[in-house]
């Protein structure tokens, strides 16, 4: 730019710089007056209203997930201890698959602690009685203010409108809607990250300390909920440097003008403080997390000892990377992806600053998950969950190449594109192609949605139900529980303080195919931490069946004997197999006619009575024909074609004595 030094020094010269809001950072939103901003904030608002109102008709504080457990059960427990351990009693009691054992015998979560922190925060604001149920609103409300700073973020680049198609293609993802009521890790990740980026645009964009401590701090925490987040490190670096050489170019170039304009000096001092504070503040989460899983199980993650921190190589990347680029376009935002790279790629030539960032932000989380040896290609959203911060970036690559690119070059019919035009008719053509990419993209993605979500509403219910039914059978602190594992996933974190046993821990070859697989897989990269199942191998693995029984029945009776109510818990058909084996014994006794053979017969080792029985698929049917006011969670939609499952909660007690909880036929919940 040429510019007069004539009379420079009585007039203020317009810097395109960090020291005030430039034309780049404010983007097409410059063009936009202050109510339209406000109309669309608006809109917005109304937009996250709808989704939390739409996402909560299928909120259950229920979920039988084996992820979930880790996060759920650790963070009830630091809440009370400050650490996330758990010793067990005995090496047959339930402990999560995603726990890793220590050589002391105490387990922990493999999973970093910034979930649990937040989690543990709803105890101690609800305590043991609503703190469970307080837990299950967490991921509802991040999700919602996730699609808040989208907008934000958006509108910086791509202007109000683009902003709203932009966060409606993030509401209506596949992803977004399954995570949303799901209490694990990627809701409240998503959450930190875009709120941490928007603040760390507009800190580029106009600096304050505010901005940098506040950017760093979150996107420092996401990096504690999970590890991978930490790839985040590369945009903040690389937007200091542009702050900082933006602001030193301006310092030199006002400097030798003699502009009275600002203090360009002060600026770059004050930005290179903004700096470092918001490195220090992004150190710090990171800092503690590494010093609390040093000291609590002596390594830096939880992932070390399962080797899958080392579950990444271009082997994996070869076979990964077709299926990843596949499910980005077909389950993550469906629609967006080829006009999300063409975006970002033709922005290098409009602003590459901007371009650096939004790859920095997506690109290496994206690569990184392609090598990764754990890519499940099915319809669902197991493999995607693991995109779902970097889908803001994309969204907005995609919208601003609609905006900026498309449009003018489809009127002018030429190959040279030129920025977004401003006229009053290129701009209602811009909204119309704009609102088109929305809609299929909205459209499609809720309808692959839809059945997954009654699927899932469904279990949960189901689950939820089978909790209740527990609790009212006397199922509190202090008990002791066996059942399946899905169901003791929850319970575990649900009714604090209980023993609870899986049905498969006293099963023989359950036992030796998680020793033989931790045998031949030692090295491989997997779920199950491979030194525990060995443990448990050498532990109980030469049992035999009837040890395996005598065990169980030890467990039994010393619970008894400690005055502890002891319950059996899942679907008729598992509990009457369970009993057959663990509950009763054979007994043989001579016939009175000595030329028969002896009389064989099964007689039962304690008294067992049915206290709470019911199928859940009438219930599933009763409650969804019951009115329920305005904004509660709806029932599930039963499946008509399927037959109903039988539960029931079953209590053990001595011989002789009758149990102390009336048998109960539960006819609802």
Not at 332 to 346: D, E, I, T
Not at 540 to 559: E, S
Not at 569 to 595: C, H
Request: aromatic share 10%; proline share 6%; hydrophobic share 45%.
């Amino acid at each position: 730019m040429d510019i007069d030094t004539t009379h420079a020094e009585h007039r203020p010269i317009e810097v395109a710089s960090p020291l005030k809001p430039t034309p780049r950072a404010a983007g097409p939103a410059r063009f936009e007056s202050r109510a339209v901003r406000c109309v669309y904030a608006c809109l917005a608002l109304l937009i996250c209203g709808g989704f939390f109102y739409a996402t909560h008709q299928y909120w259950v504080p229920a979920h039988p997930g084996v992820d979930q457990n880790g996060y759920l059960v650790g963070g009830r427990l630091f809440a009370e201890t400050f650490s996330m351990g758990y010793t067990p009693d005995d090496p047959f009691e339930f402990v999560g698959r995603m726990w890793i054992g220590t050589p002391w015998g105490t387990f922990y979560p493999k999973y970093p602690l910034g979930l649990p922190f937040l989690i543990a925060t709803t105890f101690w604001a609800g305590g043991n009685e609503l703190g469970p149920w307080l837990t299950y609103w967490i991921n509802p409300v991040c999700m919602t203010l996730s699609l808040l700073a989208t907008f934000v973020l958006v509108r910086m680049i791509a202007g109000s409108f683009g902003a709203v198609i932009g966060m409606i293609l993030l509401a209506c993802s596949p992803v977004t809607l399954l995570l949303t009521n799901n209490p694990n890790s990627h809701a409240s990740t998503v959450c930190c990250v875009t709120w941490g980026m928007v603040l760390l645009l507009q800190w580029w964009k106009t600096g304050g300390m505010a901005r940098a401590v506040g950017a760093g701090l979150l996107i420092g925490f996401a990096a504690t909920i999970r590890y991978t987040e930490g790839l985040l490190i590369l945009p903040v670096l690389m937007i200091i440097l542009y702050r900082l050489t933006e602001l030193n170019s301006e310092r030199k170039r006002v400097g030798d003008i003699g502009s009275s304009f600002g203090n360009p000096k002060s600026a770059f001092r004050n930005g290179f403080n903004e700096s470092f504070m918001l490195l220090v503040w992004w150190t710090i989460p990171l800092l503690t997390l590494v010093c609390f899983n040093l000291h609590w199980f002596g390594d830096i993650t939880g992932y070390d000892s399962t080797n899958e921190s080392t579950g990444f190589s271009f082997e994996w990347f070869e076979i990964n990377w077709t299926t990843m680029l596949g499910q980005l376009n077909a389950t993550a935002v469906y629609f967006v992806l080829p006009l999300s790279v063409l975006g970002l790629v033709r922005m290098v030539g409009r602003d590459w600053k901007l371009a650096s960032i939004l790859m920095a932000w997506a690109l290496p989380t994206t690569l990184l998950y392609m090598a990764y040896y754990w890519a499940p290609d099915n319809t669902g959203v197991s493999y995607m969950r693991f995109m779902l911060t970097i889908l803001p970036a994309l969204i907005a690559g995609a919208v601003w190449f609609v905006s900026q690119d498309i449009l003018p070059a489809v009127q002018r019919g030429v190959t040279d594109l030129q920025p977004l035009p401003t006229r009053p008719s290129r701009g209602v053509w811009s909204a119309v192609l704009l609102g088109v990419v929305g809609a299929i993209g909205g459209a499609y993605s809720l309808g692959v949605s839809t059945t997954m979500l009654e699927n899932d509403h469904r279990r949960n219910i189901v689950l939820d139900n089978v909790t209740t039914q527990a609790r009212l059978a006397g199922v509190n602190e202090g008990a002791v529980v066996i059942g399946e594992e899905s169901f003791l996933h929850h319970i575990q974190f649900a009714v604090k303080n209980l023993r609870v046993y899986s049905t498969d821990a006293f099963n023989r070859s359950s036992i030796q195919r998680m020793v033989s697989n931790a045998q031949v897989n030692r090295d491989n990269p997997q779920g199950l931490q491979p030194d525990r199942a060995l443990a448990m191998g050498r532990t109980v693995g030469k049992l035999t069946d009837n040890d395996l029984i005598r065990r169980q029945n030890q467990i039994v009776d010393l619970a008894l004997r400690d005055e502890r109510r002891v319950f059996l818990i899942g679907s008729k058909r598992t509990i009457d197999q369970f009993s057959q084996k663990f509950l009763t014994k054979k007994v043989t006794t001579p016939n009175p006619d000595k030329t028969k053979r002896p009389v064989t017969e099964t007689v039962p080792l304690y008294t067992t009575a049915v206290v709470r029985t019911w199928d859940e698929i009438s219930d599933l049917r009763r409650d969804r024909a019951q009115r329920l006011p305005v904004g509660a969670p709806r029932p599930a939609r039963p499946n008509n074609s399927a037959s109903g499952v039988a539960w029931q909660v079953v209590e053990i007690t001595p011989l002789g004595p009758t149990p102390t909880t009336s048998p109960t036929v539960a006819t609802s919940h």
